[in-house]
């Protein structure tokens, strides 16, 4: 018992300094909770230009929150946003400001080799005692550990967009995660008011496991002729209480971003019927309607 008092103190003291590589819609999120419930931040991006738009996008989020919770009384949500503004600071050099940190979160592209070369350069320069974490939708997290020598301190944070608002984090045990990794990572994400989940190492973990072939299914459903777009989108709404339907949500996702998911699946897994390809997402990002982020993709957006 003592033994075990003594490991939960240690890595619930441990998270306190975190290094997130990659400022945008993801690590910016990241860095506001993070600095927002008393952590220390460094925020890494490739350009001095992309990390003021990020600290830009922190600012005012945290007004937005600052206008809500502090409704009463402005003056201390000035104050808030200040202190939070304080714990952050950004760098365009990775390596040399992991040198103090307890976490490395990656919220880089998505793409296994990217993410391999960062931390297999981060591994050498960072301390023996800081742990590694990606944030990835839909690599493995053993695939992407395998370029470092710290598999045992090597774990999956997965959020969701919008960070600040949304409350679940899934984090993921990879084979080689050690459980006082795994702990310290539960620890980190509730120290940030998030509610954690356990994941295994698996294609889209929980949360997109179920929620892209879900998608998928609705697009072949459509693709079949047995229902329009609106149709399943309000039938999803009013009859499985859900707050988008399926295309209003693959809009949502980006169309790109779905088709790169569901072909990584299916590259690894070309027998899961869950994992194919479906030819009307396919043709519509090749037309470049990506969804709300181009103003079209299963619907027109203004
Ligand atoms: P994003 O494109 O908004 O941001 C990525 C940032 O990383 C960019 O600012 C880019 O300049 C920077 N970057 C790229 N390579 C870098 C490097 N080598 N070193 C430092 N910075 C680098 O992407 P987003 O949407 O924030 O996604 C980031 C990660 O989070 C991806 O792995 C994605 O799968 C994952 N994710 C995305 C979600 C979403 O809803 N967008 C949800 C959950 C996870």
Known sequence: VTRQFIRSLSSSAAIKHVTIIGGGLMGAGIAQVAASTGHSVVLVDTSEDILKKSAKGIESSLKRVAKKKFAEKPEDGEAFIQKVLKNISTSTDAASVVQGTDLVVDAIVENLKVKQDLFGALDKAAPEHTIFASNTSSLSIADIASSTARLDRFGGLHFFNPVPMMKLVEVIKAPGT????????????????????????????????????????????????????????????LGAGYPMGPFELLDYVGLDTSKFIIDGWHEKDPDNPLFAPSPLLNKLVAEGKLGKKTGEGFYKHK
């Open 178 to 237: 050690s459980q006082q990794t795994f702990d310290a990572l539960l620890e980190f994400s509730k120290a940030l008011g998030k509610h954690p989940v356990s994941c295994k190492d698996t294609p889209g973990f929980i949360v997109n496991r179920l929620l892209v072939p879900y998608m998928l299914e609705a697009v072949r459903l459509h693709e079949r002729g047995h229902g329009s777009k609106e149709d399943i989108d309000v039938a999803m709404k």
